[in-house]
């Protein structure tokens, strides 16, 4: 007679053999379906190991890191944020330069230039944008922060509703194809790699020249023309460079939408990752996007923030 604890273990061995064998099956399933150029097709014969793709996709960490670098170096830059009507024309503007200085474990931000126009701000300088508030409470600060934490910008606005949007942000942008928490009815939709999402992807891989002359492995998802707009898919693109000595992560790009009666957003986002001052970083992030989540009135923006030296 098998003890109680001889049976956990024994269904706990059941339970990951099941896993394992589930998670070969889907690998499988996805290998059968990536799409080879020729010269990634000689790659693969000489041992290029395709599945590595996913995992790079799913769990790599130099692209969160290169984030995390930013709060390590020196470094000087621009942001412009632009805010449009229903008639795509530019209802508010914010522009600045920044400079960001390092010393022992602490660094400080100051704002050499900033210029707004219309009603980016309310009467209380708080902004009137959660857009502009949610890239503004990742990417900028006003005040001194030593340590590794991340600083509320005190004219971002709701802090609270700002904290959801920013986690979600911080899944779009570092784990892609994985679920985001607090957006209702997506559900499992995010998960791009998934048996029963595949039938709405093509998978594609092959060579190109990045326009920073580094030669790239790119990888892409791609949405079919049968996948029902706004229904079954929420990410119609996802598109990410490796350098193809290092596999490390060159650029991305992401198209994504969703559209039901409680709320709709269609955002586009590029991020490109460079050097500066020793450190991957990414030096330049393009948004533009539509929201129109409850309590809160529509939004069509756009913002650039470049990283210098």
């Not at 109680?4 to 690998?27: G, I, P, Y």
């Amino acid at each position: 007679m098998l003890s109680k604890v001889t049976k956990c273990l024994l269904l706990a061995l059941c339970l990951l053999v099941s896993r394992l064998s589930f998670a070969q099956q889907e690998d499988t399933v996805i290998m059968h379906m990536i799409t080879l150029d020729s010269f990634v097709v000689e790659d693969v014969a000489e041992g290029l190991d395709i599945s590595r793709f996913i995992t790079l996709i799913q769990e790599d960490t130099s692209f969160y890191e290169a984030f995390e670098n930013l709060r390590r170096i020196d470094y000087s830059g621009t942001t412009t944020v632009r805010m449009f009507d229903t008639e795509h024309l530019v209802q508010a503007m914010y522009s600045n330069r920044m400079q960001q200085d390092v010393q022992s474990n602490c660094r400080s931000m100051s704002f050499p230039f900033e210029v707004h126009t219309g009603d980016f701000f309310d009467k209380n300088g708080k902004m009137n944008y959660l857009t502009a508030g949610v890239f503004s409470y990742i990417f900028l600060y006003r005040d001194t922060i030593c340590g590794n934490i991340v600083q509320t910008d005190n004219n971002a606005g709701d802090d609270a509703s700002l904290e959801q949007r920013k986690d979600q942000l911080k899944v779009l942008i570092f784990n892609p194809g994985k679920s985001v928490n607090g957006i209702p009815l997506i559900g499992d939709k995010m998960e791009i790699f998934a048996p029963h999402m595949q039938p709405y992807y093509t998978y594609d891989i092959h060579q190109e020249r990045y326009t920073t002359g580094v030669d790239c492995y790119v990888f892409t998802v791609q949405k079919t023309p049968e996948a029902e707009k706004g229904k079954d898919v929420v990410i119609n693109n996802l598109t990410t460079w490796f350098d193809k000595k290092t596999m490390e992560i060159v650029a991305r790009q992401y198209q994504l939408s969703y559209f039901t009666p409680v709320f709709d957003f269609d955002v586009s986002m590029d991020v490109r990752l460079g050097v500066v001052n020793g450190l991957r970083v990414p030096v330049k992030i393009d948004y533009h996007g539509y929201w129109d989540i409850p309590m809160r009135k529509p939004e069509i923006g756009s913002i650039q923030i470049l990283v210098k030296y």
